[in-house]
């Protein structure tokens, strides 16, 4: 069969003039020509729009609070500069019991801990000076090393000087004794279950639905959950000779209490990602190091988690980042008592502001804002990019 | 010592009960530690809401009395909590599950329509905004904030002089410098708002809307949730987005499609399975919210949350047979929604973006 | 259909008896530059492309055939130079303004459409009615052969049929100009052959302009009405694929054509003599030059007997396909081919003796590259 021959036999339609498709000018044809031409901005400007009106202008605004006395009036608000007094108040003034804690004496393990983190942390930075230096990263670091000192010395003179400490170092405990323990208990479960077991998706869902139930809920529940006399463990308790006993009188209790009904809410979401993280993992990975012979432990250390890390960085960032900004719970649970050993900043902040101190509210939520960006920052820096770098 | 593979002769006691017999099996004693401990947990996830489901069911006495576990034969259950929560405050109830529901739906839709446009753009558009410029409107916003809070003046005036400023400044310096700020930046700078807590913002959120009487409605607690979760959206579906090939726009573009039919036809549809992930997280995020709530509304616009946490204030103390009743009406919804959610997850369709 | 007679019949068909269709335009690519930053991807690209031909861009991966294609699509922003369709200067025209169609290497089917709404899909947007748009997806669909697939989705097909969905949905607007960009790299060999054939038949049927992007040089001359070769976005030779063939424009374009390449020996050239480390032959009318090698292809090369031919080499390996035997011998850097019967045989490592036709025979300068033609025709 020729060329000639399947040129005819093919039936040829008609051809059509280009372009023969193409739409009247309409308005409609217009407008759209007119949005497609400045698709760039339409895409962009609603998401930037609402974040600068709810996001930046609220914040810029809560500086402005934050150094001045707001008093509510009929009508509006009246304001007057002050300057730092809201800051030293919380820092140095009346207010240091519950934002820093007691301070007293340092105790002689107040003293030997903080000097250890301080020539801990001056020794780090010493290093990184010698290994490299650059002028930004000298001053990024600088941040986090002052402010664990701060921290350190303010742990020193409260905690280990048998004193109360205040809301940051509320904040903080929740964050990281609550993390740690979220982080290592998903970690296992979702190890657990990434193994070949039956029914994995039971333990899925199931595991998954502490957090979706909200946070009001979850406070009430463990109200309940914690009650010696009528909740579910009344026997347990007054077995234990704790019958009598009132989570709302005990600081470490309540404060161990707020932190297992976080745990119960959040380890959910460490599990699930992680779960999915391990299942991502290539069979031919752990299949071939089966075949060399490497023990369950070796597979995970070796293989599993290595591939794992990045994910796990990550979750915890997003975790830790939602951690600072805990309140539902404190103020379901304990309302911040007892006194205000369970009080975390934001919660702190509310009730400034619910005293219509709006300067005082606006200042701790700066400062909150202050301990959550440096501790993310290094968080990313040190945990996050220095693993994905590898 | 020249390499010897282990033989099977090799192995100890232990290792009966603790080596795999297969390749993709638990050996005996692993399979115990590891459905005990699956079942401790279990029963530790599972406990609470029981506990919460029987309580609903429970009269105040038999709360009152001490523990009782299991209906029907230690107690007898009623349905009078059930009957409190619909019957006598059916008004309060209905009222804040349908403010839950339209604030959570509305709100969600805002967000994850604004959020997924945005992202869409920073994955395919080139941004290069100029730094400078972005520098100068931080100024003077500042400016005008400042003028209007501390000194008092019309909030409006000082908008509208901050604005013919901008404009001036910024086609005055702004161009002469050639500092430009890409994509990435953008995308950071959206996804970073993640970071601020809530009270950071919330008073003078609540001064915005208490200045043009907008508190205590709907459209204030809306706008505000699609804000708090944009970054959410924002970060979750540009990685969706970067994962779609662009071979498939870059031939609709050729057909003759515009942006935005591009972005419908193409995109959208393509990344379903995304969005709807997404959205589910949205809108139990939206659900669940307590502490703007709190600030915004007060008896109108209250949210469930709101509800429930009111309801600890009676003089009574915790009715706790109706306080479980009302969780319990608050998480179904959000229960179900979950184990669809979950299943996403389970495929990896958020997994990219925590990737990092 | 015979294949291989329809290729070799059409291979020869002069310009003038070429189909073109109403619809096709010619294009003109005048001095086309790409940046990347520092990185110059296509450096002064000229071409001159008529009505209804089939032009080949030819080239290893990263020679900047895929970026030619795609300015010309409208992809990527032209640097600096113009380019034409028909009367149109389209050079900084939106895509959608070039009346183009393009078929993509993964060819880009909306897998959430049907065949039918991914053949209509130009249509759709173009604006055309629906029954317009059917009459014209039945069309488009019935000459690639799918016109019972159109409720399917590109998943439940397979790649030579996603091959043609793709094909169905370029012709379906009836374009000015056809974009192709490797498509048939995805397929498997079999399929390959058999759809480059298809696409052969369809291009001269429809009659539309075509520009194919391939590094795949058999592609290339069974396609080509023209074959362009690029070579570190820079054109090096334009011409029928006969031409590139026989007549190399230099060393880059010798070595790339033909399967297996053209062989190579370095040595110098004087009194109209070639000499190197593994034989000589007399090449008359070349000047004299130190430094240059000789190409020359297997099937012009012959095993000669002992002591015999022009250049000698060791037997690296001899591989029987079938309907010939391939002797690959080590020869300077590299190694020489050269076919012999189905029958020959010879062990690894004896010494064999080519010769070669020192009229065919192609002499380049070794560090340039250039042809070096003989002084006397």
């Known amino acids: 069969m020729s060329l000639a021959d399947n040129l005819a036999d093919t039936a040829r339609p008609e051809p059509r003039a280009p372009g023969a498709f193409r739409a009247n000018r309409s308005f409609g044809a217009r407008f759209s020509e007119w949005l497609d031409r400045h698709s760039r901005q339409f895409f962009i400007t609603p998401a930037v729009v609402l974040i600068l009106i709810f996001s930046i202008f609220p914040l810029v605004a809560s500086l402005f609070l934050a150094f001045s006395r707001t008093r509510f009036r009929a009508g509006g608000y009246k304001s007057r500069f002050v300057g730092w007094d809201n800051f030293t108040k919380q820092i140095f003034g009346s207010e240091q019991f519950h934002f820093l804690g007691t301070f007293t004496s340092i105790s002689l393990l107040g003293w030997a801990f903080g000097l250890a983190v301080t020539a801990w942390v001056i020794w780090a930075m010493a290093g990184y000076v010698r290994r490299s230096f650059t002028v930004i990263g000298f001053i990024g670091r600088l941040f986090p090393a002052l402010m664990s000192i701060c921290i350190a010395w303010m742990f020193a003179a409260t905690l280990l000087s048998g004193n109360q400490f205040g809301t940051l170092g509320v904040t903080l405990f929740y964050v990281f004794v609550g993390c740690g323990v979220q982080f290592l208990i998903g970690l296992g479960l979702a190890f657990l279950c990434s193994q070949p077991i039956r029914g ?34 009344a026997e347990i308790w007054q077995w234990a000779g704790l019958g009598n006993f009132s989570w709302a009188t005990d600081a470490w209790a309540a404060r161990t209490f707020v932190i297992i009904g976080d745990s119960w809410q959040w380890i959910p979401f460490i599990f699930i990602i992680l779960l999915a993280a391990f299942e991502n993992v290539p069979k031919d990975y752990v299949e071939a190091a089966q075949v060399d012979g490497a023990s369950s432990w070796q597979i995970f250390r070796e293989i599993t988690w290595p591939q794992v890390m990045p994910v796990a960085a990550t979750v915890m960032l997003v975790r830790v980042i939602e951690a600072f900004k805990i309140v539902d719970l404190p103020n379901i649970m304990t309302s911040g008592g007892p006194g205000i050993a369970t009080e975390s900043m934001s919660l702190h902040s509310f009730y400034a502001w619910r005293a219509l101190d709006l300067g005082q509210s606006a200042a701790i939520a700066y400062l909150l804002l202050f301990v959550t960006v440096v501790c993310c920052v290094s968080f990313f820096n040190l945990v996050v990019l220095n693993r994905v770098r590898g | 010592m020249a390499y010897r593979a282990p033989r099977i002769e090799d192995r100890g006691a232990l290792a009966k009960w603790f080596e795999p017999p297969a390749i993709g099996a638990m050996a005996p004693g692993t399979k115990i530690i590891v459905y005990s401990l699956l079942a401790i947990w279990t029963l530790f996830v599972l406990f609470p809401i029981y506990w919460l489901l029987i309580t609903s069911f429970k009269s105040a006495a038999d709360v009152n009395n001490g523990p009782f576990f299991i209906p029907f034969v230690d107690y007898q259950p009623t349905l009078q909590a059930w009957r409190d929560l619909f019957v006598l405050d059916w008004q309060d109830t209905i009222r804040a599950y349908l403010n839950s529901m339209v604030i959570a739906v509305c709100a969600t839709a805002l967000c994850v329509l604004i959020g997924s446009m945005a992202a869409y753009a920073l994955a395919r558009i080139t941004y290069r905004p100029n730094l400078v410029t972005i520098l100068i409107f931080v100024a003077i916003a500042a400016g005008v904030i400042y003028t209007a809070f501390a000194l008092g003046f019309d909030w409006r005036v000082s908008a509208a002089v901050g604005a013919a400023l ?6 005055a310096i702004g161009r002469r410098y050639k500092i430009h700020l890409g994509n990435g930046d953008i995308l950071f700078w959206m996804i970073s708002q993640r970071i601020l807590p809530p009270v950071v913002v919330v ?27 944009l970054p959410i959206v924002v970060w979750l579906m540009y990685d969706f987005f970067d994962s779609i090939p662009k071979d498939l726009e870059e031939s609709a573009q050729l057909d003759g499609a515009t942006r935005i039919m591009t972005f419908r036809e193409i995109v959208l549809p393509l990344s379903r399975a995304g969005l709807a992930a997404v959205t589910l997280l949205v809108i139990i995020l939206c659900w669940n919210e307590y502490l703007l709530a709190l600030f915004l509304s007060t008896t109108e616009a209250q949210t469930m949350p709101i509800l429930v946490s009111a309801m600890n204030a009676g003089e009574r103390g915790i009715l706790w047979w109706t306080m479980s009743a009302v969780i319990i009406v608050m998480i179904i919804p959000v229960i179900a929604m979950a184990a669809v959610l979950q299943k996403f997850i389970s495929k990896g369709i958020l997994l990219g973006a925590v990737k990092g | 259909m015979n294949v291989q007679s329809n290729i070799s019949a059409t291979q020869s068909a002069p310009a003038e008896q070429r189909l073109v269709s109403e619809t096709a335009r010619s294009l003109k690519l005048q001095g086309l530059n790409k940046h990347y930053g520092p990185f110059h991807a296509v450096k002064d690209l000229s071409l001159e492309i008529e009505p209804g031909e089939f032009l080949v861009l030819l080239g290893p991966s990263g020679c900047g055939k895929s970026t030619a294609l795609r300015m ?4 990527e922003d032209i640097t600096s130079g113009a380019m034409v369709i028909g009367d149109n200067d ?5 895509p959608k303004y070039r009346d183009i169609a393009m078929v993509f290497q993964s060819y880009a089917l909306y897998p959430h459409k049907t065949v039918a709404e991914n053949i209509g899909f130009p249509l759709k947007v173009a604006g055309a009615s629906p029954a317009e748009r059917d009459a014209a997806v039945k069309d488009a669909a019935s000459q690639v052969q799918m016109e019972d697939y159109l409720h399917r989705y590109p998943k439940e097909l397979s790649g030579g049929q996603r091959q043609r969905v793709a094909l169905a949905r370029a012709i379906v607007r009836r374009p000015a100009i056809f974009l192709m960009d490797e498509p048939l790299s995805n397929l498997d060999a079999k399929l390959r052959s058999f759809m480059r054939a298809e696409l052969k038949h369809m291009q001269q049927t429809l009659g539309v302009t075509t520009v194919y992007v391939t590094h795949d040089q058999i592609e290339a001359m069974t396609l080509a009405h023209r074959v362009a070769i690029m070579r570190d976005g820079v054109l090096q030779q334009l011409g029928t694929p006969t031409e590139v063939y026989d007549n190399p424009a230099n060393k880059f374009v010798a070595g790339f054509m033909g399967s297996p390449p053209m062989n190579f020996i370095k040595g110098s050239l004087s009194g109209g003599t070639f000499t190197s480390a593994y034989g000589q032959v007399s090449l008359a009318g070349y000047a004299d030059h130190d430094n240059v090698s000789v190409g020359f292809r297997a099937e012009e090369t012959s095993i000669a007997g002992p002591d015999k031919g022009h250049f000698s080499g060791i037997v690296f390996s001899c591989e029987m396909t079938g309907h010939e035997t391939i002797v690959t011998c080590e020869m300077d850097d590299g190694h020489a081919i050269v076919r012999a019967a189905k029958d020959y045989s010879i062990p690894m490592g004896a010494e064999i003796h080519l010769t070669v036709d020192p009229a065919r025979v192609c002499v380049f300068d070794e560090s340039s590259g250039v042809r070096i033609r003989p002084e006397t025709a």
């Open chain 2, 203 to 229: 008073i003078p959120v609540y001064m915005m809307f208490q200045s043009v009487g907008l508190l205590d409605t709907h459209i204030a607690i809306i706008l505000t949730y699609a804000v708090i979760n």
């Open chain 1, 200 to 233: 994995k998706n039971f333990f899925r869902v199931t595991f998954f639905i502490p957090l979706m139930i909200t946070p009001i809920g979850v406070g009430y529940i463990f109200r309940m959950m914690a009650d010696t006399s009528k909740g579910p463990f």
């Open chain 3, 72 to 75: 010309i699509a409208g992809l």
């Open chain 3, 90 to 94: 389209v050079t900084h025209v939106l």
């Open chain 2, 166 to 171: 901008f404009f001036f400044l910024a086609r």
